[in-house]
């Protein structure tokens, strides 16, 4: 497994290690920056592998909750 050294991953590499757990998705929303993010963790290749594709998973999903969030919110406007 290589070290990723991106701040979302650092992240979630430290919840992993305060909490004892073998994976780690983090999602963030902001909607006043109009931005959904994600970073995953895994402590193994294998783990890193699998988390990441959970990670896209719940990303892909959330963005299209977001997104209907929003335009909810201009149709309140």
């Known amino acids: ?13 430290d919840i992993a290690k305060k909490h004892g757990d073998d994976m780690v998705i983090v999602l963030r929303v902001s909607l006043s920056k109009n931005k959904l993010w994600s970073a995953s963790y895994g402590r193994t290749g294998k783990l890193c ?6 990670s896209d ?8 909750v ?3 969030v929003e335009q909810r919110l201009e149709q309140k406007g």
Not at 1 to 13: D, I, K, L, T
Not at 49 to 54: S, Y
Not at 57 to 64: K, L, V
């Open 1 to 13: 497994m290589s070290f990723n050294p991106s701040p979302g991953v650092a992240e979630a590499r």
């Open 49 to 54: 592998a699998v988390a990441g594709k959970l």
């Open 57 to 64: 998973g719940i990303h892909e999903h959330m963005q299209a």
């Open 66 to 68: 977001f997104e209907k």
